[in-house]
């Protein structure tokens, strides 16, 4: 059965950093194009970053200033969201999700809440 699971989130104060992990299950993670999206409530969810089976890194609209980045890593079939400093306005439910031949696998999400 294929499927990932997001995890790593919590309470972080602005400005700090904070890194996601999407451990993928029933599949290798490095052969596809996996993805992170966030959603804030009330709105939908959006793409935010992701690694290709190429390992090019794909910048979504609004997140290309470079605060949000994504790496693999190989040897547990796990990718990575690295998100770097931090503000409010990235409070959100962020989920990992796989596109395997068309056919989009998603974790439940983990949430980041960033607060004082």
């Known amino acids: 059965q294929m499927q990932v699971v997001d995890s790593g989130g919590g309470l972080v104060q602005p400005g700090r950093s904070l890194v996601l992990s999407c451990a993928a299950s029933?599949?290798?993670?490095?052969?596809?194009?996996v993805q992170w999206y966030r959603q804030v409530p009330g709105k939908e969810r959006v793409p935010v970053v992701g690694?290709?089976?190429?390992?090019?890194?794909?910048h979504y609209k609004g997140f290309t200033g470079g605060r949000f980045t994504v790496s693999r890593g190989n040897a547990n079939n796990t990718v990575y969201l690295h998100l770097n400093n931090l503000t409010p306005e990235d409070t959100a439910v962020y989920y990992c999700?796989?596109?395997?031949?068309?056919?989009?696998?998603w974790g439940k999400g983990s949430l980041v809440i960033v607060s004082s």
């Open positions: 690694i290709d089976s190429m390992n090019s890194i794909l």
């Open positions: 999700a796989a596109n395997i031949r068309g056919r989009m696998v």
């Open positions: 029933g599949f290798t993670a490095s052969d596809n194009l």
